[in-house]
Protein backbone atom coordinates (compact mmCIF):
# COMPACT_ATOMS: atom_id res chain seq x y z
CA UNK A 1 0.00 0.00 0.00
CA UNK A 2 1.30 3.37 -0.64
CA UNK A 3 0.09 6.57 0.18
CA UNK A 4 1.02 10.26 -1.30
CA UNK A 5 1.18 13.96 0.38
CA UNK A 6 2.28 17.07 0.13
CA UNK A 7 4.94 18.69 2.09
CA UNK A 8 4.23 22.43 3.20
CA UNK A 9 7.51 24.61 2.57
CA UNK A 10 5.33 27.96 3.75
CA UNK A 11 5.28 29.06 7.02
CA UNK A 12 5.46 26.50 9.17
CA UNK A 13 4.20 28.22 12.44
CA UNK A 14 1.09 26.84 14.40
CA UNK A 15 -1.83 28.55 13.48
CA UNK A 16 -2.63 31.14 15.88
CA UNK A 17 -5.72 29.21 17.65
CA UNK A 18 -2.91 26.83 18.81
CA UNK A 19 -0.42 29.04 20.68
CA UNK A 20 -1.44 29.40 23.79
CA UNK A 21 -3.74 26.95 26.51
CA UNK A 22 -7.13 27.98 27.07
CA UNK A 23 -7.97 30.07 29.71
CA UNK A 24 -11.03 28.13 31.19
CA UNK A 25 -11.74 24.08 29.88
CA UNK A 26 -15.95 25.14 30.50
CA UNK A 27 -16.23 23.47 33.63
CA UNK A 28 -16.58 23.93 37.33
CA UNK A 29 -13.85 22.11 38.91
CA UNK A 30 -11.24 21.95 40.77
CA UNK A 31 -7.67 19.91 42.07
CA UNK A 32 -5.40 20.22 45.47
CA UNK A 33 -1.43 19.17 45.36
CA UNK A 34 0.71 18.39 48.16
CA UNK A 35 3.72 20.80 47.64
CA UNK A 36 5.91 19.94 50.94
CA UNK A 37 4.83 19.54 54.70
CA UNK A 38 3.74 23.06 54.98
CA UNK A 39 2.62 24.45 51.76
CA UNK A 40 -0.86 23.02 48.86
CA UNK A 41 -1.21 24.36 45.54
CA UNK A 42 -4.81 25.17 44.59
CA UNK A 43 -6.22 25.45 41.41
CA UNK A 44 -9.89 25.69 40.21
CA UNK A 45 -12.23 26.98 37.40
CA UNK A 46 -15.74 28.50 37.83
CA UNK A 47 -17.87 28.71 34.92
CA UNK A 48 -19.82 31.94 34.13
CA UNK A 49 -22.83 29.39 33.98
CA UNK A 50 -22.13 29.33 38.07
CA UNK A 51 -22.02 32.59 38.35
CA UNK A 52 -25.06 32.43 36.75
CA UNK A 53 -26.75 29.90 38.74
CA UNK A 54 -25.58 31.73 42.29
CA UNK A 55 -27.03 34.73 41.17
CA UNK A 56 -30.39 33.30 40.04
CA UNK A 57 -30.75 31.29 43.51
CA UNK A 58 -29.15 34.08 45.83
CA UNK A 59 -30.01 37.01 44.04
CA UNK A 60 -27.87 39.23 41.76
CA UNK A 61 -25.64 41.21 44.47
CA UNK A 62 -24.55 37.55 46.20
CA UNK A 63 -20.98 38.37 44.52
CA UNK A 64 -21.17 41.95 46.45
CA UNK A 65 -21.99 40.77 49.29
CA UNK A 66 -20.33 38.08 50.21
CA UNK A 67 -16.62 37.69 50.24
CA UNK A 68 -14.77 35.71 48.36
CA UNK A 69 -12.75 32.93 50.08
CA UNK A 70 -10.51 29.49 50.09
CA UNK A 71 -11.86 28.15 53.11
CA UNK A 72 -8.93 25.19 54.00
CA UNK A 73 -10.52 22.18 55.76
CA UNK A 74 -8.35 19.62 58.55
CA UNK A 75 -10.02 16.56 56.96
CA UNK A 76 -7.74 14.21 59.18
CA UNK A 77 -10.42 12.78 61.52
CA UNK A 78 -13.13 12.49 58.75
CA UNK A 79 -13.82 10.45 55.42
CA UNK A 80 -13.71 12.16 52.19
CA UNK A 81 -16.86 13.88 51.41
CA UNK A 82 -17.54 14.88 55.37
CA UNK A 83 -17.45 17.70 57.30
CA UNK A 84 -14.51 18.64 58.87
CA UNK A 85 -14.87 20.99 62.12
CA UNK A 86 -11.84 23.17 61.53
CA UNK A 87 -11.34 25.32 59.17
CA UNK A 88 -9.64 28.62 58.17
CA UNK A 89 -10.47 31.08 55.18
CA UNK A 90 -8.12 32.60 53.25
CA UNK A 91 -9.41 35.74 50.87
CA UNK A 92 -9.10 36.13 47.10
CA UNK A 93 -10.72 36.40 43.86
CA UNK A 94 -11.98 33.74 41.74
CA UNK A 95 -10.60 35.14 39.00
CA UNK A 96 -7.41 34.14 40.14
CA UNK A 97 -7.69 30.49 39.07
CA UNK A 98 -4.57 28.95 41.88
CA UNK A 99 -3.16 29.71 44.63
CA UNK A 100 -0.54 28.58 47.07
CA UNK A 101 -1.77 27.31 50.67
CA UNK A 102 0.52 27.18 53.51
CA UNK A 103 -0.92 25.39 56.87
CA UNK A 104 0.75 25.21 60.22
CA UNK A 105 1.06 21.62 60.46
CA UNK A 106 2.24 19.03 57.99
CA UNK A 107 1.70 15.50 58.23
CA UNK A 108 -2.05 15.85 58.17
CA UNK A 109 -4.93 15.88 55.52
CA UNK A 110 -6.72 18.82 54.27
CA UNK A 111 -9.05 19.88 51.47
CA UNK A 112 -10.47 23.08 50.19
CA UNK A 113 -13.30 24.51 49.05
CA UNK A 114 -13.65 27.98 46.93
CA UNK A 115 -16.87 30.35 47.73
CA UNK A 116 -18.34 33.01 49.37
CA UNK A 117 -18.42 33.98 53.35
CA UNK A 118 -21.26 35.69 53.77
CA UNK A 119 -22.25 38.67 56.11
CA UNK A 120 -24.39 36.15 58.56
CA UNK A 121 -21.47 33.36 59.07
CA UNK A 122 -23.16 31.15 56.45
CA UNK A 123 -20.80 29.70 53.42
CA UNK A 124 -21.71 29.61 49.70
CA UNK A 125 -19.17 26.83 48.72
CA UNK A 126 -18.65 26.74 44.44
CA UNK A 127 -16.16 24.22 43.96
CA UNK A 128 -14.60 21.51 46.16
CA UNK A 129 -11.18 19.69 45.58
CA UNK A 130 -10.05 16.26 46.62
CA UNK A 131 -8.39 15.90 49.53
CA UNK A 132 -4.22 15.13 50.19
CA UNK A 133 -2.38 14.35 53.07
CA UNK A 134 0.56 16.16 53.68
CA UNK A 135 3.99 14.85 54.52
CA UNK A 136 5.66 15.23 58.27
CA UNK A 137 7.93 17.25 57.85
CA UNK A 138 9.84 15.82 61.18
CA UNK A 139 13.12 14.75 61.52
CA UNK A 140 12.96 10.87 61.19
CA UNK A 141 12.92 8.60 64.44
CA UNK A 142 14.78 5.81 62.73
CA UNK A 143 18.13 5.49 64.03
CA UNK A 144 20.63 2.94 63.69
CA UNK A 145 24.41 2.56 64.78
CA UNK A 146 25.63 5.15 62.72
CA UNK A 147 22.88 7.65 63.59
CA UNK A 148 23.31 7.00 67.44
CA UNK A 149 20.68 8.87 69.85
CA UNK A 150 22.46 11.05 71.82
CA UNK A 151 19.04 12.79 74.11
CA UNK A 152 20.91 12.96 77.04
CA UNK A 153 23.98 14.60 75.47
CA UNK A 154 21.28 17.26 73.68
CA UNK A 155 19.73 18.06 77.32
CA UNK A 156 22.47 18.90 78.67
CA UNK A 157 24.03 20.95 75.82
CA UNK A 158 20.52 22.99 75.92
CA UNK A 159 21.13 23.92 79.30
CA UNK A 160 25.22 25.12 78.32
CA UNK A 161 23.52 26.80 74.68
CA UNK A 162 23.68 30.01 75.91
CA UNK A 163 20.47 30.72 76.61
CA UNK A 164 20.52 31.41 80.20
CA UNK A 165 23.80 34.14 80.03
CA UNK A 166 21.27 36.74 79.79
CA UNK A 167 21.15 38.89 83.04
CA UNK A 168 24.28 36.82 84.40
CA UNK A 169 28.28 38.77 85.01
CA UNK A 170 31.38 37.86 82.96
CA UNK A 171 32.07 35.98 85.78
CA UNK A 172 29.41 33.51 85.46
CA UNK A 173 29.34 34.00 81.25
CA UNK A 174 33.33 32.64 81.32
CA UNK A 175 32.41 29.83 83.91
CA UNK A 176 29.06 28.90 81.57
CA UNK A 177 31.05 28.72 78.56
CA UNK A 178 34.25 26.91 80.57
CA UNK A 179 31.36 24.75 81.18
CA UNK A 180 29.80 24.19 77.53
CA UNK A 181 33.39 23.82 75.91
CA UNK A 182 34.27 20.68 78.67
CA UNK A 183 30.64 19.15 77.35
CA UNK A 184 31.37 19.49 73.74
CA UNK A 185 34.82 18.30 74.28
CA UNK A 186 33.05 14.74 75.67
CA UNK A 187 30.57 14.72 73.40
CA UNK A 188 32.86 14.88 70.40
CA UNK A 189 35.32 12.45 71.97
CA UNK A 190 32.20 10.00 72.38
CA UNK A 191 31.22 10.65 68.60
CA UNK A 192 34.73 9.50 67.30
CA UNK A 193 34.70 6.36 69.40
CA UNK A 194 30.69 5.55 68.08
CA UNK A 195 32.18 6.43 64.62
CA UNK A 196 35.18 3.86 64.44
CA UNK A 197 33.11 1.23 66.25
CA UNK A 198 30.04 1.65 63.57
CA UNK A 199 31.75 2.67 60.15
CA UNK A 200 34.82 -0.08 60.24
CA UNK A 201 32.08 -2.60 60.35
CA UNK A 202 31.02 -1.19 56.61
CA UNK A 203 33.56 0.03 55.49
CA UNK A 204 36.07 -1.74 52.87
CA UNK A 205 38.55 -3.98 53.87
CA UNK A 206 41.98 -4.24 52.97
CA UNK A 207 43.43 -8.09 52.66
CA UNK A 208 45.04 -9.14 55.75
CA UNK A 209 48.07 -9.63 53.99
CA UNK A 210 48.53 -6.20 52.53
CA UNK A 211 48.09 -4.92 56.47
CA UNK A 212 48.01 -1.40 55.35
CA UNK A 213 47.14 1.70 58.11
CA UNK A 214 43.95 3.12 56.96
CA UNK A 215 41.35 6.06 58.31
CA UNK A 216 38.08 6.79 57.80
CA UNK A 217 35.89 9.46 59.31
CA UNK A 218 32.75 11.68 58.77
CA UNK A 219 30.91 14.17 60.85
CA UNK A 220 26.98 15.68 61.35
CA UNK A 221 25.48 18.72 62.35
CA UNK A 222 23.34 19.32 65.37
CA UNK A 223 21.21 22.51 65.49
CA UNK A 224 19.33 23.13 68.87
CA UNK A 225 18.08 25.79 70.71
CA UNK A 226 14.73 27.55 72.80
CA UNK A 227 11.80 29.46 72.51
CA UNK A 228 8.53 29.85 73.86
CA UNK A 229 6.98 26.95 74.42
CA UNK A 230 3.65 28.15 71.98
CA UNK A 231 5.73 29.45 69.81
CA UNK A 232 5.86 28.71 65.92
CA UNK A 233 9.54 28.30 64.45
CA UNK A 234 10.57 26.82 61.27
CA UNK A 235 14.27 25.47 60.73
CA UNK A 236 14.97 26.20 56.38
CA UNK A 237 10.96 26.86 56.02
CA UNK A 238 10.19 23.53 57.61
CA UNK A 239 7.56 23.36 60.78
CA UNK A 240 10.15 22.13 63.83
CA UNK A 241 7.92 20.62 66.71
CA UNK A 242 9.02 21.73 70.15
CA UNK A 243 9.72 20.41 73.56
CA UNK A 244 6.79 21.14 76.29
CA UNK A 245 9.70 23.55 77.59
CA UNK A 246 10.23 25.44 74.44
CA UNK A 247 13.38 23.71 73.45
CA UNK A 248 13.96 21.71 70.06
CA UNK A 249 17.11 19.72 68.53
CA UNK A 250 17.84 18.50 64.87
CA UNK A 251 20.17 16.63 63.35
CA UNK A 252 21.71 16.98 59.32
CA UNK A 253 24.57 14.74 57.62
CA UNK A 254 26.63 17.66 56.85
CA UNK A 255 27.90 17.06 52.73
CA UNK A 256 31.08 19.68 51.56
CA UNK A 257 29.96 23.10 50.84
CA UNK A 258 27.53 25.34 52.29
CA UNK A 259 24.40 25.08 54.26
CA UNK A 260 22.46 27.82 54.91
CA UNK A 261 20.03 27.15 58.02
CA UNK A 262 17.46 30.02 58.94
CA UNK A 263 15.83 29.91 62.06
CA UNK A 264 12.64 31.58 62.40
CA UNK A 265 10.18 32.36 66.01
CA UNK A 266 6.76 33.60 65.52
CA UNK A 267 4.63 33.94 68.87
CA UNK A 268 1.71 32.63 69.70
CA UNK A 269 -0.26 35.86 68.83
CA UNK A 270 1.60 36.65 65.98
CA UNK A 271 2.81 40.05 67.56
CA UNK A 272 6.64 38.96 68.17
CA UNK A 273 9.25 37.49 65.99
CA UNK A 274 13.13 36.36 65.98
CA UNK A 275 15.44 35.35 63.61
CA UNK A 276 18.67 33.61 63.46
CA UNK A 277 20.32 32.89 59.97
CA UNK A 278 23.82 30.08 61.09
CA UNK A 279 25.55 29.01 57.90
CA UNK A 280 27.50 26.54 58.01
CA UNK A 281 30.56 25.62 55.93
CA UNK A 282 32.68 22.13 55.17
CA UNK A 283 35.51 21.03 53.93
CA UNK A 284 36.86 17.57 53.44
CA UNK A 285 40.30 17.41 52.79
CA UNK A 286 42.31 13.41 52.24
CA UNK A 287 45.91 13.82 52.48
CA UNK A 288 48.11 11.59 49.93
CA UNK A 289 49.52 8.64 51.08
Given at each position: ????????T??????????????G?????????????N????????????L???R?????D?????R???????????????A??????????????????????????Y?????????????????????????G???????????????????????????????????????????????????????S???????????????????K???????????????????????????????????????????D?????????????????????????????????
Amino acid sequence: MTSSGQIKTGNTAPEAEHKALPQGYGTTEAALLPRDPNWMFLYWEITENSLKNLRRQRGEDVLQKGRQVIRVYDASGSADGGAPSEYFDIPVMFEAGSWYVNVREGGRAYRCEVGLSMPDGSFLGLVRTNTVKLPGGRVSDVTDENWMAVTADFDKLLQLSGVEYIGKGSGEVAKSLAQRWEMLRAVFSRASSWGVSSMSSQAPRKPEQEKKFWLVADCELILYGATEPDAFVTVSGRRVNLNPDGTFSMRFALPDGAADLPVKALSRDETGSRGIDIKVTRATLNDAE
